[in-house]
């Protein structure tokens, strides 16, 4: 009997039974809710920002896995880099020696954040936000940290803890004793800062859920103030980072601003290896391990692994050697200038909003009689119908993948892989500017897809 292992024949062999397998033995809602909406796809292979199912159809990436893929699937020098440090055959994670590679990455990560001296490499976004928690509580000595309202952070007991959204919240008390405040807020912070416990305010610079900016002057004025009361400031760029929306990092649109503690992942890993990092000054770094006998006081078993810090490397190449920062400023103005000039022409089109290849499209009520009756209707259902609405016929009619910015929010947000080109935004607009048309007709497939999703939405209460 044979002992070789050959994944493209178990693939062939099993590959069909995907959702069978995924309903049985993993989260059973995930297949019930594709299948509800027809996004029970099946995708044969990807390249770049496309995939493409067993008939050879192209189907556009608009989610970019969440943002995980920064480059795109399958990007060449990444997946070399992947297989060069396979070939080497490194001693790697003898957790006893110090290897090249995590020195390599985090050099290369810290020249562009200048003002930053030391990196904690763990294996996700949510285990670089735990890691900032951690040594921000450690280094001021104090227990409470802030967070703003509506924000994402993870999914992890310390990051759920400053996680803004009740949804994900609810049932999995009791949490750190963390402390919401507004975004913008500025005479909310400064309330709990005066409480002399807070050692920390964590931002996103964009919020993930409804993409929604901080104010302009925010980020520095909440900066002076954290540094008045001896208190950090923790940008999470775990999505908006690495060029995503026109800058390396989402707080250098603003002058002055320089977070204490930094935290990145997705993008780093070309969508390949998980990895996340801690960006932090050095003077942190040294409280929380100050002395020999603190040396694994904060470790990740799989973290700089050899497969992870080659991926990271080959994605900061990538980007620098492609120019892709300057490339999303450029496309992303395109693609947002173009779906704003649609709101005059559709009064469902509420706002377009966001930096670079973070844009978040908001839908709102209408004016006129007839489809403000549908659009209470669906309001009366389930807050959030509406985009799903047009979420679904993207997929179907025109095979563009987008999602729904949050929970309960007529909200699309827009994370392609920031190599998407001019004839992916054409195709886009063209899509979302056909189906918008139907939605406007005021009868059609999409309403009737309305009525299904309303049931649904029902039907779950």
């Known amino acids: 009997m044979s002992t070789e292992f050959d994944l493209g024949a178990l693939l062939a062999e099993r590959g069909a039974e995907r959702y069978e397998l995924h309903t049985?033995?993993?989260?059973?809602?995930?297949?019930?809710?594709?299948?509800?909406?027809?996004?029970?796809?099946?995708?044969?292979?990807?390249?770049?920002?496309?995939?493409?199912?067993?008939?050879?159809?192209?189907?556009?990436?608009?989610?970019?896995?969440?943002g995980v893929m920064g480059l795109g699937r399958h990007h060449p020098v990444v997946r070399k880099a992947l297989h060069d440090v396979l070939d080497?055959?490194?001693?790697?994670?003898?957790?006893?020696?110090?290897?090249?590679?995590?020195?390599?990455?985090?050099?290369?990560?810290?020249?562009?954040?200048?003002?930053l001296d030391r990196v904690f490499f763990g294996n996700s976004g949510t285990e670089a936000v735990e890691t900032a928690l951690k040594?921000?509580?450690?280094a001021t000595g104090r227990p409470r940290v802030l967070y703003c309202d509506h924000a994402f952070h993870g999914l992890t007991t310390g990051s759920l803890s400053v996680n803004g959204e009740s949804g994900f919240r609810d049932g999995f008390a009791p949490l750190l004793p963390d402390t919401p405040v507004p975004l913008g807020d500025l005479d909310a912070l400064a309330r709990e800062l005066k409480k002399g416990d807070v050692a920390a305010l964590i931002v996103e610079p964009i919020q993930g859920k409804g993409?929604?900016?901080?104010?302009?002057?925010?980020?520095?004025?909440?900066?002076?103030?954290?540094?008045r009361h001896k208190a950090l400031l923790i940008a999470d760029?775990?999505?908006?980072?690495?060029?995503?929306?026109g800058d390396f990092y989402a707080y250098q649109h603003e002058d002055g601003v320089e977070p204490d503690l930094v935290c990145v992942a997705k993008a780093l890993s070309g969508g390949y290896v998980p990895v996340g990092a801690t960006l932090g000054r050095d003077w942190i770094f040294k409280k929380v391990y100050s002395s020999m006998d603190r040396v694994l006081v904060h470790s990740a078993s799989f973290g700089a692994n050899a497969q992870a810090m080659a991926c990271g490397l080959a994605v900061l190449s990538v980007m620098e050697n492609e120019q892709i920062v300057a490339g999303v400023r450029t496309t992303g103005e395109l693609l947002k200038s173009r779906l704003a000039a649609l709101i005059d022409r559709y009064e469902l089109l509420a706002d377009v909003r966001g930096r670079g290849l973070m844009?978040?499209?908001?839908?709102?009520?209408?004016?006129?009689?007839?489809?403000?009756?549908?659009?209470?209707?669906?309001?009366a259902a389930r807050k959030g119908l509406f985009a799903q609405m047009v979420v679904v016929p993207l997929l179907q009619r025109h095979r563009i993948l987008t999602q729904v910015s949050g929970d309960h929010l007529e909200v699309i947000k827009l994370i392609p892989p920031l190599i998407i080109d001019e004839a992916d935004v054409d195709r886009f607009v063209?899509?979302?500017?056909?189906?918008?048309?139907?939605?406007?007709?005021?009868?059609?497939?999409?309403w009737d897809f309305g009525k299904t999703l309303i049931k649904q939405a029902v039907a779950g209460r």
């Not at 040594?135 to 450690?138: D, E, G, P, S």
């Not at 499209?361 to 007839?370: A, C, M, N, Q, Y």
């Open 24 to 66: 049985r033995y993993l989260n059973p809602q995930l297949p019930r809710m594709l299948h509800t909406i027809g996004f029970d796809k099946v995708y044969e292979r990807a390249e770049g920002a496309h995939f493409f199912d067993a008939d050879g159809n192209d189907h556009l990436d608009m989610l970019a896995g969440f």
């Open 359 to 379: 844009i978040g499209i908001e839908f709102g009520r209408p004016s006129s009689l007839k489809l403000r009756g549908r659009w209470t209707m669906l309001q």
């Open 88 to 115: 080497l055959d490194l001693a790697d994670l003898t957790r006893f020696d110090c290897q090249p590679l995590p020195g390599l990455l985090a050099e290369r990560l810290l020249t562009h954040s200048p003002h």
């Open 135 to 138: 040594f921000a509580r450690y």
């Open 237 to 245: 760029e775990v999505q908006t980072g690495l060029g995503r929306t």
């Open 211 to 227: 993409v929604h900016e901080a104010p302009p002057g925010y980020l520095r004025a909440a900066q002076e103030l954290l540094h």
């Open 430 to 446: 063209a899509a979302f500017t056909a189906v918008m048309d139907d939605a406007h007709s005021g009868g059609g497939l999409m």
